[in-house]
């Protein structure tokens, strides 16, 4: 059983730029969510994906914003770069009918300069 | 809207050592609760759970009791080793079953041999 992958596992933008991470769900799981983790923190969600709409945001600007395609994987997209978007961004994905776990891949780890 | 606080660390312990990390929670109607660990250079991965009141999640000697009339879901471990350096995070499902996590800010523990 395959895990949750994300890529790229590290990247380097400038400030107003657009940035895509990608997440492929664990087998069989249909909702995806996304989280951003700043060094020191705790992960805050931004949103989650169920049958390829958003279902849920948390408390993050338009900016954010993404997508879920038929097979689950998903793509989080972020435009107008600032510098507070640096860091962590965790995928997670989860069966709908489940224990309540989310499984988390290793995270993309964004730097904005 | 929910949220949760979660002791600060860094805790430094000695092997053996009694471990508690202290996390209370608010929240609107019954959560369920988890206690989250992330090791160094790994994502975050599930330790335990509890879904209603007075229940115990347990697992690799580490529990955690659902008291809902204090509002808390401290994490306890009688013998701490060094294997068990990591970041634990106290998160609350916001709605029971939707997955959507608050996190806490994460509380550091390392142990010395």
């Known amino acids: 059983e395959t895990g949750v992958t994300q890529s790229p596992t590290h990247l380097i933008k400038t400030r107003g730029q657009q940035v895509t991470l990608r997440c492929s769900s664990q087998?069989?799981?249909?909702?995806v969510s996304w989280y951003q983790q700043a060094l020191g923190q705790g992960p805050q969600f931004i949103f989650q994906?169920?049958?390829?709409?958003?279902?849920g945001r948390g408390n993050f600007p338009p900016r954010f914003s993404g997508l879920q395609f038929p097979n689950y994987s998903s793509e989080l997209n972020v435009n107008a770069l600032e510098l507070d978007d640096s860091a962590l961004y965790l995928c997670?994905?989860?069966?709908?009918?489940?224990?309540?776990?989310?499984?988390f891949g290793e995270g993309s780890r964004l730097t904005v300069l | 809207g929910n949220s949760v606080t979660q002791m600060e660390g860094p805790v430094t312990l000695s092997e053996e050592a009694f471990l508690t990390i202290n996390c209370t929670y608010t929240?609107?109607?019954?959560?369920?609760l988890f206690w989250y660990v992330q090791y160094p250079g790994e994502g975050l991965q599930l330790l335990l759970k509890a879904t209603k009141a007075d229940d115990k999640g347990s697992n690799k000697g580490f529990e955690a009791t659902y008291r809902k009339e204090t509002t808390s879901f401290h994490l306890e471990k009688g013998s701490v080793q060094v294997s068990d350096s990591a970041v634990y995070f106290c998160a609350p499902d916001s709605t029971s079953g939707t997955y959507k996590y608050i996190f806490g800010t994460g509380t550091r523990l390392k142990v010395l041999a």
């Open positions: 929240a609107t109607g019954y959560p369920s």
């Open positions: 997670a994905s989860s069966p709908r009918q489940g224990t309540g776990e989310l499984f």
């Open positions: 994906y169920y049958r390829e709409e958003e279902n």
């Open positions: 087998s069989g799981h249909n909702t």
